[in-house]
């Protein structure tokens, strides 16, 4: 059988941006074109942005996102173009389950993925399973589809679907490969977390395997609020094997030729004994056209490549990077300030947004009081230097003390405390805000997940600020993140004495993390269990966690849930953050038991 050629088109588009987007897709189609492919994926949603939430309302923002896909469809020509989409149906009853429109108005939205060809949008499919967990709410916003179509294109029987698609077994890949389906092609915004990429490689090779197809795995690259995608779309033969991968975290274009022939007939029998699969409807074709383009002239076959997989720790900071790069300047800005402490997070805060940004673009403030170090000074220096980033020295002890004075009349004779060492860390806040006003500049906050998590942050202190940069990276983390970026870099860029310095706020005398939290080796992994995984207080002393130390960090943590509902937002890296991922209410009695 003829080879068919398939690019894989892995964007980065922006949210609401619908003629930027729309341009680069067709960018992107006409490189294909030229490449002489005969099918053109994009991710899904790739039109809006992903997740475009609730301007999925707005009935023009729908409406203007199909007259674009509509320009779109015109430069189909010679190439099948699969484009995530938002179909709108109007009139029809609004699906239980979901928002209703506002008012009276009635309607239906699909997660679509339009197949345009023929300089037409010849068939649509809709997205059949909605996921509504973790960061993703699509049965607020999205019908489900109810047809699971096979497309001929070009000689080839192909299956188109949307990215939870896949996931479930049965889904629509088996009816789809029922009806004879030889390349299943996958669509996609698949957010990015540690291991993710491991999960989505074992489930598409298991799919390949099971359901005895190709399958072509397209993804969306690039940041948006606090998620980051990472791209790595793949594809993977009918014996699960890899055959070509694109970079992570950047745009790529994937081409590589498959004979569809060589998927074989389907095992009917157990895809027919899979349990459910009859509610996804019956098996169905869709022709689109007889003869393969390339018939018209011979064309050189195109080697897939498969792009190498980062080191864990570099595909984490690439996360960062890109999250933060692409935050910043899709919010229109195009600098930033870091307040610096001569701590390790300030530290990997400014080294990710020097890089992200670029140095010229960043600029630190450091702001010492009469508790700071003369250490932290010179390792604030020190990595200014390292980084090139310009580098402001701001005392701020004349005022602390004009506030001091301010308030001395009404606090009277009490003795120092939490409120004078919270009002250190205010000033500080004030004066990067104020930074921000005068010049334009994003304040990139510097608290990493631990703090996060135990409240050990202050309110319009350190956590004020546009972006939280390492908001979802626990503290051991933010260690290795240090150590690793000198490794590859081959040289200090974090000062090593930063990194080897035992974690101090410096609010007050001789003042370490350690006097009000457990240490961050036993704090961390108590911190997993009980905010990423929800393991009750047996489970985790059971598990060899100490007692005390469980019991005040689930208090620390249930009770700064006000204080995290007000902290900007930051790069989501674990499979639970804190944000779209873990939603508690404020005032809640509950403590575990």
Not at 89 to 105: M, S, V
Not at 438 to 464: C, H, P, Q, R
Not at 517 to 534: F, G, K, R, S, T
Request: hydrophobic share 40%; glycine share 8%; charged share 25%.
């Amino acid at each position: 059988m003829t080879p068919i050629r398939i690019a894989l088109a892995q964007i980065n588009p922006t949210v609401g941006d619908l003629r930027a987007n729309a341009d680069r897709i067709l960018d992107f189609a006409r490189r294909a074109q030229e490449l002489r492919a005969d099918v053109v994926a994009f991710p899904e949603l790739a039109l809006l942005g992903y997740p475009p939430e609730d301007l999925l309302f707005k009935r023009g923002f729908l409406a203007d996102s199909w007259a674009l896909l509509e320009e779109v469809a015109q430069a189909a020509d010679g190439a099948t173009f699969i484009v995530g989409a938002a179909e709108f149906t109007d009139g029809e009853p609004f699906h239980p389950g979901a928002a209703p429109y506002p008012g009276d108005a009635q309607g239906r939205v699909y997660n679509a993925a339009a197949i345009l060809h023929d300089r037409r949008i010849a068939a649509v499919y809709r997205k059949t399973m909605l996921p509504n967990y973790g960061v993703f709410d699509e049965e607020r916003y999205f019908a489900p589809g109810e047809e699971c179509p096979v497309y001929e294109i070009n000689g080839a029987q192909i299956a188109v679907n949307v990215c939870e698609d896949i996931w479930r077994d049965p889904g629509p890949a088996a009816v789809q490969r029922l009806a004879g389906a030889q390349v299943v092609v996958n669509i996609n915004a698949s957010p990015y977390h540690r291991g993710r990429g491991e999960q989505r490689r074992e489930m598409l090779a298991k799919r390949a395997r099971g359901h005895r197809c190709f399958i072509a795995y397209v993804n969306m690259t690039g940041g948006q609020d606090e998620l980051v995608f990472d791209g790595q779309s793949v594809a993977f033969d009918p014996d699960g094997q890899l055959i070509a991968r694109a970079p992570q975290f950047e745009e790529a274009l994937l081409v590589f030729d498959l004979d569809p022939g060589a998927a074989g007939p389907p095992d009917a029998g157990a895809l027919r004994a899979k349990p459910g699969l009859d509610a996804l409807g019956p098996p169905r074709r869709v022709f689109l056209s007889a003869a393969p383009a390339a018939s018209a002239a011979p064309r050189d076959p195109a080697a897939p490549s498969v792009a190498p997989e980062l080191h864990p720790l570099s595909e984490v900071h690439r996360a960062l990077v890109t999250g933060t790069r692409d935050y910043v300047r899709k919010s229109g800005f195009s600098r930033a300030v870091v307040g610096l402490s001569g701590g390790v997070d300030s530290a990997l805060t400014l080294a990710i947004a020097a890089e992200a940004l670029g140095p010229n673009n960043v600029s630190a403030y450091f702001m010492p009081s009469q508790y700071t170090s003369g250490q932290s000074g010179d390792d604030a220096r020190a990595l200014a230097a390292n980084l090139g980033v310009r580098l402001a020295v701001i005392p701020i002890r004349p005022v602390f003390d004009a506030y001091a004075d301010a308030l001395a009349p009404e606090f009277g004779d009490a003795p120092p405390g939490v409120a004078e060492e919270n009002l250190q860390a205010r000033v500080r806040g004030n004066l990067l805000m104020a930074a921000s006003n005068k010049f334009g500049w994003i304040v990139l906050t510097t608290g990493n997940k631990s703090e996060m998590a135990t409240g050990y942050a202050t309110l319009y202190g350190d956590m004020a600020g546009g972006f939280a940069v390492i908001k979802d990276v626990p503290k051991t983390l933010v260690f290795q993140l240090a150590r690793h970026l000198n490794e590859t870099a081959g040289r200090e860029i974090i000062p090593n004495a930063i990194i080897i310095r035992p974690p101090t706020a410096e609010l007050r005398p001789d003042q370490k993390d350690e006097d009000s939290l457990p240490p961050y080796d036993v704090l961390d992994p108590i911190l997993e269990a009980y905010v990423e995984n929800d393991r009750s207080r047996g489970e985790m002393i059971a598990g060899g966690m100490p007692p005390g130390a469980v019991d005040l960090a689930a208090s620390l943590v249930d009770r700064s849930e006000y204080k995290r509902r007000q902290a900007p937002p930051g790069v989501k890296i674990t499979r639970r953050n804190f944000g779209r991922d873990r939603r508690l209410p404020i005032v809640n009695r509950y403590r575990p038991r």
